[in-house]
Each structure stands twice: as C-alpha cells, then as structure tokens.
C-alpha cells in the first residue's frame, strides 16, 4: 500500500509537457486503490490483503530490487519515480497499433504511386498549384532529367524501430528508397540530389493529397537542415495530434561512393553558385564539408538503424536509458532545431559508451544516464572527437581533417560521416555544463534530483542571466559579404544565418572573455509549412538569440585593462575593439591599451555586457544597433529610482549602511550609560539591500511645515500635501544582562524608556544629533535618515512567559506577545544580519528581492506574503538553484521567483532554506518528517530555516490558503506573459504589464486622492504630478536639523482603520508602494443572517420574517462609513458588484 501510494505521489511530479498526451490507464491498474474525491484529489484506501500474503517473506527477486534500489539511489523514491516517468514517456501498446495502422496504410499508398513521363529537372508543370517544392531553387540554373515512380522500397527507421520513441512528440520516420532510374551518378554535385529528393518528395505529397486515409500534410526540415525537407502526414480524425509519420526519400544503397563526401572535397562549383565564368580546377576549388555530411547523412540511415538495432539487443536497458536521456535533453531545449543534440545522437552516443565498454550490457536505464552524463561532463568532443568506427577503410577522413572542418566531432561507424557536423562548439559546451551541474545536483542528497533535473524545465529566459536577440536577419547577409564569406556560404547553400553565426559566437566569446562562463544561442527551429507555399526564406525564422550565464564578480568591471603598449599582442587587442582602444596609465604605473566603458550605478555597470556585444557586433559584422536588442534587464525599470544616474537600489541601500555603521560604532564607544552595549542589529529590510525603495537621505523646505516646539520636529501646515514618507530604519540596541534589572514586565519597560532618554542625550551632546525620546524607541536624525533605536533585555521575553499561578505556583507559558517581541529584537535582527552576507555573495541578491516584493505588492498580496518571508523565498534561489546556476541579474532571479511560486508543491512539501549551509541531509529528513506528520496544523506555505525548522514562523499568520492558491495562479500567468514579452521581439514590448493587477475579482475599489499618497513617486504607473511634498535637492548635513514627522503615512493608518473596522464582513488589499487605490472583497459567510443582539448590531441592519429578528450586514453603511473614516483621504467609493445580494 505505501509503495502505491508513493507511486502515485510520483505521477503528480510529472511536467504538462509530458503528460498532456497521456489518455492511456494501465489496464492491469486495480482501480480498487485510488477513488476520485469530490475535490478531484486522489483519496486512497487500505487494500484487503491476506494474513499470509499481508506477512510473506521478500522474494529472491524482492530483495534483489530492494538491494539495487540501496545501492543505485538516494532512496527508494527515486527508483519509483524513474519507472513511473518511463510509463508515462513510452508509448502504450494501443498507441502502438494506431501507429502500425496507419504505417501500413501509408505503405500501402507509397506502393501505388504512378509513373510519370521524363522532363527536364528545372521544369515542374507536372506538379499542381497546390504543392510546392519544399527547397530554395537558388541559383535557378540546373542540369538533369526526372520522372516519378514508385519507391525502390519502404522502411521504417527512426526511433521507433528501435523502441525508443517517447511522448508527448511522437514522430515515427520512414523512409523511401529513390529509383536508381532517376538519380545520376554525378548528382552529388551542385545540388542536383538534394533538389530531385525535394520534387520526389512534392510528387509523393501530390499523389497522397488525393487519398482520405491522409488526414493532414505538410513539409518541414530534417533537424532544421534545409537541403533535407520531410513531409510530414498525420492521421484523419481525433488520432491527428497524437502522432506524426515524416516522410523521407534516400537514394538506393551504394549509389554515391562515400569517398565523394571527404570533408576536404568540394561538390559545388563556384561557377555554378555565382553564375560567373570560373576556369579554376577542381582541387582550387573550396571544400564544402556541411553539404556533403548533408548528402551522406541520406546515405546511412539503414546502416544507422542496423548498427542501433544491434546495440540494442545486446543491452535490455538501452531503449529505457536512451528515453531518459531525451526527457533530459528536451528540458533543456536542446533536442530540436539546428544543430540539436537529437535523439539520434543520443542513441549513437549510448551505443558508442556500449561498445567501448565504457557501460555495461547489464546496467539499469539509470546507471546508463548517469555514465552518459558523466562522459559528456568529462569529455570534449570540440578537441578530441570520438569515433564509432572500428575498421575504416582508406579513403576514410583522419580525425585531424574532421576537427578542421567542424566543430563538434563524433563519427559514425562507417567513419565517413560527422554526426555533430552542425552543431556549433557553444551548443556542445552547453550540453557539457549541463551534463555537470546535473551530476553535481543528482550527488547532493539536500537537492530533489528527480525533480530538478527531469520534471524541470530550463528554457533560455530562466536559465541565461543576460538575453540579446538579433532581430533582422537579413542584415547577415551584408555581414557574410563583409566578411567574404563566400565559400561558407557554397557549403552552407546559402543559408547567410548558420554561416555567419560561427564567426558571431567567436568574436562575442573573445570579447566577452573573462565576463561569462558560458555563451549559448537559441537553435533555429525546425519551419513547417503547407504543401502550397513556398518554402520560408532564412530571414523568416525567429530571431537568433544569445544567452551569457555571467560570472558576478567580473561581468560589471567597467574597464577592459589590454597588453602593454609594447606588447607584440598590443596590435590585436587593437584590432579587436578599435576606436574605443587606448593608451592608459595605472597606479601601478604600467601603460597598458585599456577599454573604459560607461556605468556609474550598478544598474548600469550590469549592462556593459550590452555595449561590448553592441560595438562588437557593428565593429566587426556590420551589425547596426538597431538590429540588436537586450532583454536582459527590461524588468528592472520598475525598480528604477535615480533620475540624474537610473539606479535600482545598490547605491542607495550603500549609502543607508554606511550611515548605520558609523551610527553603531558611536553606540559602542558611547560613555555614561550605566550598563554597557552588547551588540547593536540592524532589523530593517535596506540594511540587507533588499528593500523595495531603499530611504534616500531627505533635505525639507522649512516653509513647508510648522516647528514643533516640544521637541524639534518638522509638522506639515494645513492644507499641504501629505509630506514625504520618512521610514525610521530599526536598529536593535541589547544592553548587557545585569541584576539591577527587574523582573517585572512594567518595570522593564520602564528602565528601556529611561535607556532611551539616556541614549538621546549622550548621542546629542557627544554627536549633536537631533534625537527624540519615546517609551518604546529613540529616533534619530542623522544623515538624512532616521535611525529607530530600540533597546532589548534578553531575558524580557522570559518574563512576558512567566505567570503566578493562584496556587503561588511560577508557571512558564508561550504566548503572542514574547514571540513577537522575539520576533523584533531576536529573529529579525539575525536575518537581517544573515541576508546581508548573502548580498556580499551575491551581487544581484538584493535587486532580485525588490523585484519579487515590488510584484508582490503591485499584485496587492504585500500583507500575506511579509518582507522577511519573500527575501526567504528568494534566498532559497540562490542557496539551492537546481537544475540552475545562482541567478546572475536582477530579471533572471525574478523569473525564477515566479517559477517557485507557481511550481513548487506547498501542499505536500516545505520549502527549507538553507541559511548558511548549517543544515545537514539528516537536518532536512528530519524537517520532510517532522513537516509531514504534523501538516494540519502548520501553515500553508511553510519555510523552514536552520533557526526554525518546525513552526516556519515567517508565514505562520499568512498567506491563507485561497490567497496561496491566488498567488500561484497569478505567477504562473506573470511568467506566461512576462517570458512571451521578452522574447517576442516583434511587438511593443511593456514588461510593467504582469505589475497591474486584475481588477475584476473584488467586488469595491476606494479611490485615493493623489495628494495624501507618500509614496506616490514608486507607482508601477506614477502619475503626472504638479505639488511638492516638502522636500528639495541639495547637500543633508550629517547631524543637527529638526526632525520630520517619521513614518507617517496615512494610506496605511487608513487601511488599518478599515480591517479593525470591517475586517470580519470584508478583506482589504493594497500596493504599499503608491497604490492609488484599496480592493475590497467581501467575505462570503460575513453576509449569512445572525440572530438578533444587540452587542453584535456594527454595521448590520435589522430584518424581522414572522417573529424572528435576524441581523446582516448594511453594505449601503459600510460603503459611506469607508468614505466618512477616510475624509479627505478618499477619492470616491466604486461599488463593483452586488454580491451581498445574494
């Protein structure tokens, strides 16, 4: 019962990519197990078992499983998991038989494709208007004779035969053997083969389209190769989106001989391509190695299968660990497109790691991942390249004239051909890192491997930390012409994309240089299209685009220090940047060549990457600006403050700690106070950089306020706009423990206001700073800032425990008010102090926090999801990445937030941040344990830490589980938007869309007036304003002034008043960063009529039926009550819906 349950656990892990195909229920399921509950979640029930059957000793076969299961996993879990995942990636026996049917019936069609009479190759008349060839005739020019005729024979090849075929992307490949008759043996040259397979394959589709056991046809591009087009037919009915049959045409075996396909020699005439008289002979002639791997890929595909096919009988395990490989591969995006690393290569790379015995035939489908990847991490095809070959023949390549004309080398076992012909070396370094994070996270008992590694997905935006795009593709076109790239061109047919983008990535990577860790591109994806249309030309394809996963501590340096000047390198490095190179001297007094590039703020130190690929790309390639365009740091405009210098925070947050340090080491050296200082803690958000909009040091317009006299405090006169929100920036003072202290809760009190009294005074005289005394904390002035000192006895909470029981008995008993005062001089402080060394880490920490709170309250969820829990949610990304690297700017973490909170299972799992990596593996079994057996009554988004691994006291209060649900539903739909935004470069791109919230869930919005809105400035859409608000620019001095009104803003007093007011009939939502407005929304049992009486008669009416008198709630009241509470304050009352109707 426990391993089914388990089992079940595991299908629910499963991604919708890979199971919105899965119709099938295993037929041999006891369906007795699992009963569907009303609620649509799965409740189980005891199956009835034996006496016997219930205490039976383990099979020999049991105990062989469970001993795999101890030495292979982390757990017995994982097993489960991979087997449960295999079932959902394989094909079902039912599905099996659709596909022979349909194989059969295509078969059988192909058999009866008529003859046609013979015509020039250049002369398509016979075709219809309504099937196009699927190949760019260009150049037009063309020798040669076709007709068409029945296939020489029909195969299946492919990944189905081989039984490795997965979902939810069921492609079955078949292939069709030309008629000798209608090939020549010259037609490897100039494009000949490759264009009479193209109008073979039109033919085919010409004949078909007239069959109803075809249901839809169209072409597309083997692996995005264009001069390898398959056409690809589907099925009539409901069974079309289940799978695809793609069509390819071969020439017979043996037609070419495979020494014509050596990557040194040339099989298209530069005469031919450019239409000019060339004399020049053969051996001048420029080798074309990419067409010719083309051509000779047609020409092994059956030798391919059979050699597989062999492998795979020998390995019972092969087809399993070949599925898993490509469930890996495909969350990484690194299956389809143009130089993919497809599951043909997979396949051939597994069967490579077979034959040399790097692998054992005996080994299970997860032990063949792991040497796989392991292999892949350890090894690099882009200098030493791997051979399946074992007995070449002669006219075979070496491996020196593989590496020399590609990048990537694996050669199939006739060792003629490149299987990575087109794959660049950036797509295999890819492959290479991902192959050894993997690792690095499966061996890490603290990571979900499973989880991580096969359920997640890794498209660009989330994985690279900077995204460019070039987005007129046309423009290579000039930049291949600049470059002379003409013989690349010839090899490449044309296509001006792939041929330039070598040379891009090279130069990008030489620039870039110490700044990145890895360079990827997007793949050119594999173009589809109707059997009527002509084939899409190669600037219709998507933008190309380029991910840098940066290196933090050298990607922002804003100087790009060269050779000495006498250095024989000195010429290059000036080749390589031009104008923008010159001669510098340094304190070290070297005179070097040097590149300075513009950054003042951090903000825009994190964007020199940008102008390094911008000047490159217009330098080198003729690349226009405008042609080039960066998502990498659109989001952060909403975070954005600074209006001489844009900043999102760093600077500021600096100049706040900088302020707090100098405070705190004049609180050390203070003299006169009767107990000495033990420590002095920051408790407030910008001390860790995280705050949304750090303070900004203040300088007010005395003519607008009035002066305190009682103290020196600036009061705003009548009439004027609410002034500027000061926030006071807590500080935790902690005396030192004496027995002069009381041990009676209001005697503590006091002796802390007299601490405060004291502390003002000292600070004053010692410092000259304006201080302002209270019971419960000290206010000063310094800086520009007000600094909140509040002082803390560690043993307060203790007492506020102690009760006098009326027996005399001392009793101890936790309640609200020691843990929050806990919370504010103990927890608190502690985090704030603990952030604040991950910020040291990592750089870009902070700004991915104020990101994630500034969506947080745009989306009015900043009152159930607290400051403290969301720079927790967001320390966990950078603690514990996987399947990722450590976000490496500000938008890449926000997107990875979102994808947290919309992905991770809350029900079922705690989120266990690992603070300072003191938690162990046995800490986070005994966090999953302790999580699981008491989760009814512990918070539905629960976050553990090392300091609180049971009660998750960060969102103990909130969120709800309707406000979670809303959360996660609203991430989910923000990061939908926000990723399409980034990467559609052809519309209007405004990221501050997934900043407004949807409005039509509540049911009244109270509208503020502008004027006695602070923090209006910080509003995802700031209005147009014409009103001061007190301040002005100019020098703050660093002690004396009077002090403004602090933390006065009257949104938030307004807001508190209406939950006190009307917090049981109502809920009540805000953005605190300048919302201009307050959602209301009913809650559904507050409007249920109530017995009469009299002390529960606020803001109800009465109703009398009969003779009974029953209360509810007077909405027409409450809406003017929400007016009358917040005079002057609100705008006006809009009432939405009338649900109290009901």
Same mark, same amino acid.
């Given at each position: ?68 299961? !101890? ?33 059969? @019936? ?12 013979? =015509? ?204 898993? /490989? ?80 590609? $990048? ?151 100087? +790009? ?23 510098? *001297? ?6 070097? !060549?040097?590149?300075?590039? +513009? ?13 390094? %690929? ?16 960066? =998502? ?21 947050? /600096? ?14 050296? #203070? ?20 705050? =949304? ?119 101890? *008993? ?83 937030? #979102? ?18 990596? $003191? ?35 960060? @969102? ?155 209360? %509810? ?6 809406? +003017? ?22």
């Amino acid at each position: 019962m426990k391993k089914k349950r388990v089992n079940a656990a595991s299908v629910k892990m499963i991604p919708t990519e890979l199971t919105n195909n899965v119709k099938e229920k295993e037929e041999n399921e006891p369906p007795s197990k699992v009963k569907k509950s009303n609620s649509g979640e799965l409740a189980y029930r005891p199956v009835k078992m034996s006496r016997s059957d219930l205490y039976r000793p383990p099979t020999v076969e049991e105990l062989n499983q469970l001993k795999e299961a !101890e030495s292979l996993f982390h757990c017995s879990l994982l097993k489960m998991q991979m087997e449960e995942l295999l079932k959902e990636v394989s094909l079902s026996e039912r599905r099996k038989l659709q596909i022979n049917a349909f194989i059969e @019936t295509v078969t059988k069609l192909l058999r009866s494709v008529p003859l046609s009479p013979e =015509v020039e190759i250049h002369d398509l008349s016979w075709l219809s208007n309504d099937v196009k060839v699927p190949i760019l005739l260009l150049p037009k020019t063309q020798k040669g004779k076709f007709h068409m005729a029945p296939p020489a024979s029909i195969d299946l090849i492919g990944s189905y035969p081989l039984g490795t075929c997965t979902k939810p992307r069921v492609i079955v490949d078949l292939t069709v053997t030309m008629p000798a008759d209608i090939l020549h043996p010259k037609d490897f040259l100039n494009q000949r083969y490759p264009r009479k397979r193209a109008i073979y394959l039109a033919g085919l589709a010409q004949y078909l389209s007239t069959s109803s056991d075809i249901g839809s046809m169209s072409y597309s591009c083997l692996h995005g190769n264009r001069l390898r087009p398959v056409l690809l037919l589907k099925p009539p009915g409901k069974e079309s989106s289940t799978m695809t049959v793609r069509l390819h045409a071969c020439p017979p075996p043996g037609f070419f001989k495979p020494r014509r396909f050596h990557p040194q020699m040339n099989n298209i005439r530069t005469g031919w391509y450019t239409g000019a008289n060339n004399t020049q002979s053969e051996a001048s002639e420029p080798p074309t190695p990419h067409y010719n791997s083309s051509l000779l890929g047609d020409l092994l595909v059956r030798p391919h299968l059979q050699f597989l096919s062999a492998v795979s009988a020998q390995c019972s395990a092969f087809p399993n660990g070949v599925a898993l /490989l490509k469930v890996w591969l495909r969350q990484r995006e690194l299956d389809q497109g143009t130089g993919c690393f497809n599951g043909f290569l997979a396949s051939m790379l597994m069967a490579y790691l077979l034959t040399t015995h790097r692998i054992s035939n005996t080994m299970t489908a997860y032990q063949l991942l792991r040497n796989t990847l392991n292999f892949l991490a350890n090894t690099d095809l882009t200098m030493n390249g791997i051979t399946l070959a074992k007995d070449p023949d002669s006219t075979a390549p070496s491996m020196a004239d593989f590496h020399d004309a590609f $990048q990537v080398v694996f050669i199939d076992p006739s060792g003629h051909l490149n299987m990575c012909a087109d794959m660049t070396a950036c797509t295999y370094k890819q492959v290479q890192q991902e192959a050894s994070m993997s690792l690095q996270f499966w061996d890490d008992p603290t990571v979900d491997g499973f989880h991580s590694l096969l359920m997640t997905p890794k498209p660009m935006t989330r994985t690279s930390d900077h995204i460019f795009q070039l987005c007129d593709l046309v423009k290579l076109q000039f930049s291949c012409k600049k470059l002379n790239f003409l013989s690349e061109l010839m090899d490449h047919s044309g296509n001006y994309v792939h041929t330039a983008l070598p040379f891009i990535l090279s130069l990008l990577q030489k620039g870039l240089g110490q700044r990145i860790s890895l360079l990827t591109h997007s793949l050119s994806p594999e173009p589809e299209w109707s059997l009527d249309s002509e084939p899409p030309k190669y600037k219709a394809q998507p933008p190309l685009s380029f991910g840098l996963v940066l290196r933090p501590e050298l990607a922002t340096s804003v100087l +790009e220090r060269g050779p000495p000047a006498d250095s024989p390198k000195a010429a290059e490095f000036r080749q390589l940047w031009g104008a923008r190179s010159e001669l510098r *001297r340094f304190q070290d007094g070297g005179i070097t !060549e040097a590149v300075l590039w +513009e950054g003042e703020s951090m903000c825009q130190k994190r964007l020199v990457p940008q102008q390094i %690929i911008t000047h490159l790309l217009q330098l080198h390639a003729d690349i226009p600006e405008s042609c080039v365009q960066h =998502v990498g740091a659109k989001i952060d405009d909403v975070i954005k403050m600074g209006r001489k210098v844009p900043s999102t925070g760093e600077e500021e947050s /600096l100049r706040v700690v900088q302020s707090y340090d100098d405070l705190s080491r004049k609180l050390w050296k #203070l003299e006169g106070l009767p107990l000495s200082i033990t420590s002095v803690q920051g408790a407030h958000p910008s001390l860790r950089y995280t705050q =949304v909009f750090p303070p900004l040091p203040l300088k007010f317009d005395y003519s607008f306020f009035d002066k305190g006299k009682p103290f020196q405090i600036l009061i705003p006169k009548e009439g004027k706009p609410c002034p500027a929100y000061v926030d006071p920036i807590t500080v935790i003072c902690h005396m030192e423990g004496s027995g002069k202290w009381p041990h009676d809760r209001l005697a503590i009190r006091h002796i802390r206001a007299a601490f405060h009294i004291r502390l003002g005074e000292l600070l004053n005289m010692q410092h000259d700073y304006t201080c302002i005394p209270c019971a419960t904390h000290l206010d000063v002035w310094k800086d520009g800032f007000v600094f909140r000192i509040q002082v803390a006895y560690h043993r307060e909470p203790q007492v506020l425990r102690e009760r006098v029981s009326p027996e005399g008995l001392l009793m101890t *008993r936790d309640n609200e008010e020691a843990q929050s005062l806990e919370m504010r001089t103990l927890h608190k402080p502690l985090l704030t102090s603990t952030l604040h060394g991950l910020q040291q880490q990592h750089p870009c920490f902070g700004a991915v926090c104020r990101l994630a709170k500034r969506w947080l309250g745009a989306q009015l969820f900043s009152d159930d999801i607290t400051e403290d829990a969301a720079d927790l949610l967001v320390a966990y990304l950078f603690l514990q990445p996987a399947p990722f690297t450590p976000p490496g700017s500000p938008q890449v973490g926000f997107l990875r937030f #979102l994808h947290l909170l919309s992905s991770f299972d809350w029900r079922n799992n705690p989120l266990v941040v690992n603070l300072n990596k $003191q938690l162990t593996a046995a800490d986070y079994t005994e966090i999953k344990n302790d999580f699981m057996a008491s989760r009814e009554s512990l918070p539905v988004m629960f976050i553990a830490t090392p300091k609180d691994k049971n009660v998750s006291m960060w @969102t103990k209060r909130a969120p709800t589980v309707q406000i979670l649900q809303r959360v996660v539903m609203l991430a989910a739909e923000s990061l939908k938007v926000l990723e399409h935004q980034l990467m559609d470069g052809s519309q209007i791109q405004d990221v501050r869309v997934v900043m407004r919230p949807p409005l039509e869930a509540y049911d009244v919005l109270i509208h503020l007036n502008l004027k006695h809105i602070p923090l209006l400035g910080q509003a995802v859409d700031p209005p147009t304003v014409n009103f001061s608000r007190g301040t002005v620019p100019g020098y703050v001095s660093t002690s004396g002034g009077r002090v403004p009104v602090t933390d006065y803003n009257p949104v938030a007093l307004y807001l508190a008043a209406l939950r006190d007011a009307f917090g049981d009939l109502a809920l009540f939502f805000c953005d605190p960063y300048g919302g201009s407005l307050i959602a209301v929304l009913w809650k559904p049992k507050a409007f249920a009529p109530l017995p009469f009486k009299t002390s529960q008669i606020s803001a109800r009416s009465v109703v009398v039926t009969g003779e009974e008198a029953k209360t %509810i709630p007077n909405v027409e009241a409450i809406l +003017e009550d929400f007016s009358i509470i917040g005079k002057d304050l609100v705008r006006s009352v809009e009432a939405r819906t009338e649900r109290w109707s009901f």
